[in-house]
């Protein structure tokens, strides 16, 4: 079975180095493969030309704290444009994601919901955004489906898991549809 994508969630606990982070690239480029970066701050910006890049809004203007005076927006173009990625997405916690794609900025807001735990939001997001790239979804569906899971698992206590059936019950409770 071919690989058809490549993870790399950095949490900062020394795994990935600049030397390894050049050696996994070089492999991943080498084969093609589609990537997808949740960076922390030691080595923001070493993970260049991903398919996805997530980054939270604290990771992203932290990597972007000698721009203090540009905005949101104009932090958001410009570290697409230097991460050299295909598509940049930033989740904003209870405001949903922005995310850039051909140099355009769009948001995708959440639903407002009373959060129990966000304990894992990130994560199930990224795995969302992965699995729904990977079988072509567009973008706005992408971040939709993100926001949504993030939704399913901040209503939880604690760690948790997400179910095929508790996306689809958030995701049919919503007027809003998303095309394939």
């Not at 199930?124 to 990977?134: D, E, Q």
């Amino acid at each position: 079975h071919p690989i058809t994508g490549v993870v790399l969630q950095d949490y900062n606990k020394g795994i990935f180095t600049v030397n390894s982070i050049d050696r996994i690239l070089e492999l991943i480029r080498k084969h093609d493969i589609p990537y997808f970066i949740d960076p922390k701050f030691s080595n923001f910006w070493k993970f260049q030309g991903a398919t996805l890049f997530k980054p939270n809004r604290k990771e992203l203007m932290d990597a972007n704290s000698s721009h203090k005076s540009i905005s949101f927006q104009e932090i958001m173009k410009s570290s697409a444009h230097k991460l050299k990625c295909e598509i940049l997405m930033c989740t904003l916690a209870e405001k949903g994601i922005a995310y850039v794609e051909e140099d355009k900025l769009f948001y995708s807001p959440a639903d407002r919901i009373d959060v129990v735990d966000v304990s894992g939001a990130g994560d199930t997001s990224l795995s969302i955004m992965v699995l729904a790239y990977l079988l072509g979804y567009d973008t706005s569906s992408i971040a939709t489906l993100a926001n949504l899971s993030g939704k399913v698992v901040c209503m939880k206590s604690g760690v948790s898991i997400m179910t095929l059936d508790e996306l689809k019950s958030a995701y049919f409770s919503r007027e809003e549809t998303i095309e394939k």
